[in-house]
């Protein structure tokens, strides 16, 4: 994957690849519509007005490089519009973004997103669970980084693997406020002289988050502010491909070397745990009418409390209350939405089984029709 100069002038998109120069020309040099998904952590704009010490005098590896720095907060705002139009015209339509930042610039980040026509759907707040102190002792440590994430407009139909984020979070729903480490030890990346190689380094485990999350394997994601590449090598690593913009050559070597090093996994190891909203949809009347259930058999709710019989048209009937599977569910328990799915049961040989089980056998049905051997197995 040698580092390209300019953008190529064919429409084929430069996957998995590093492009030197400014981002928002790159940008503009790109296929529209050709992105997935959008990462960005763009410079903070800290406006530090001299070097930190430390209480023992010693100097702080503080963010001042020349990337970071803007005459005023009007030229800032210039920049974050220009790179923010040429990032959502790349988007496809069930595109999204994400962006990370501080205190310094996440709101006026928000604010211009909104004015553009993104969709804001969630802020995460990424709490670091070994921060840098405050050392001056004048203000609260700084212990957590805002992102954003939004869609590309307010149709977008984004990815978002609920089912994954849930199993990889043990089970339990994946909240906004992440605890996670920052770059250290053996995953930040040194220069020759033995410094940071950059010294906003992003932890790969927050993009394996984020990519697990809102991607899907062969989707294309971009990072027009590229640094050492942690964006490009967490997703050669689970599949996807990426595209990085950056103009600093120190950077781009690193992070090439970086990535040259990743090992892709393979195939069968790329799948994550899909989303019950993507899966086929099934009316309870299927069942009905496939016979799987008949009419008049009774529905029994979660412990029996309550029961229900099968209607021909594929509705329940219960205590005065007729309508669907989760209509009748709801109104039974007083409660303002129900998944009738999980909470009704049939009985077969003595024992209660969620009718869910029936839902279940006629996708896999569907799944097995739809692969393109089917046909020769009919």
């Known amino acids: 994957m040698a580092v390209k100069t300019k953008v190529p002038e064919a429409v084929t998109l430069p996957r998995n690849q590093i492009l030197a120069g400014d981002c928002i020309e790159l940008m503009r040099g790109l296929p529209a519509g050709s992105v997935d998904l959008i ?3 763009p410079p903070y704009n800290l406006q530090l007005k001299g070097d930190l010490h430390r209480p023992d005098n010693s100097l702080v590896d503080a963010v001042d490089d020349h990337w970071d720095q803007f005459s005023s907060f009007a030229t800032y705002d210039s920049f974050t519009k220009d790179w923010l139009a040429a ?16 205190y310094h610039n ?10 553009q026509g993104f969709w804001l759907l969630n802020d995460v707040v990424w709490r670091k669970s070994n921060p840098m102190p405050n050392f001056r002792g004048k203000r609260l440590t700084n212990a957590h980084e805002t ?5 590309r407009d307010e149709a977008s139909k984004y990815t978002f693997n609920y089912e994954a984020l849930k199993a990889l979070n043990d089970g339990v729903q994946m909240r906004s406020d992440w605890v996670l480490p920052i770059c250290t030890g053996h995953e930040r990346l040194k220069d020759e ?3 940071k190689a950059h010294p906003t380094q992003k932890p790969e485990s927050l993009l394996h988050r984020i990519i697990v999350a809102t991607t ?6 971009l990072d027009p502010f590229f640094g050492t590449g942690t964006t490009g090598a967490v997703a050669k690593m689970l599949g996807r491909d990426f595209i990085g913009l950056e103009r600093e050559e120190g950077y781009r070597k690193a992070a090439q070397d970086r990535i040259d090093r990743v090992r892709r996994l393979d195939a069968s190891s790329l799948e994550t745990t899909g989303s019950k909203r993507s899966e086929p949809r099934v009316p309870f009347g299927q069942v009905v009418e496939r016979g799987m259930l008949r009419p008049g058999e009774e529905l029994f709710s979660i412990g029996a409390r309550h029961i229900a019989k099968v209607r021909p048209d594929g509705t329940l009937v219960g205590n005065d209350v007729k309508g669907s599977i989760h209509q009748v569910g709801a109104h039974l328990e007083g409660a303002p939405s129900c998944n009738g799915w999980t909470y009704w049961h049939f009985k077969r040989d003595g024992k209660m089984i969620p009718i869910d089980i029936l839902r279940q056998q006629i996708r896999a049905e569907m799944e097995a029709d739809a692969r393109p051997d089917a046909s020769r197995s009919h």
């Open 39 to 41: 990462f960005a952590d």
């Open 87 to 102: 990032a959502r015209r790349l988007l496809k339509p069930n595109g999204a973004i994400w962006v990370i930042g501080s």
């Open 106 to 115: 996440i709101f006026r980040v928000g604010a211009e997103l909104q004015n």
């Open 147 to 151: 992102l954003i994430w939004a869609g």
């Open 193 to 195: 002289n033995g410094d």
């Open 216 to 221: 899907n394997p062969g989707d294309v994601i």
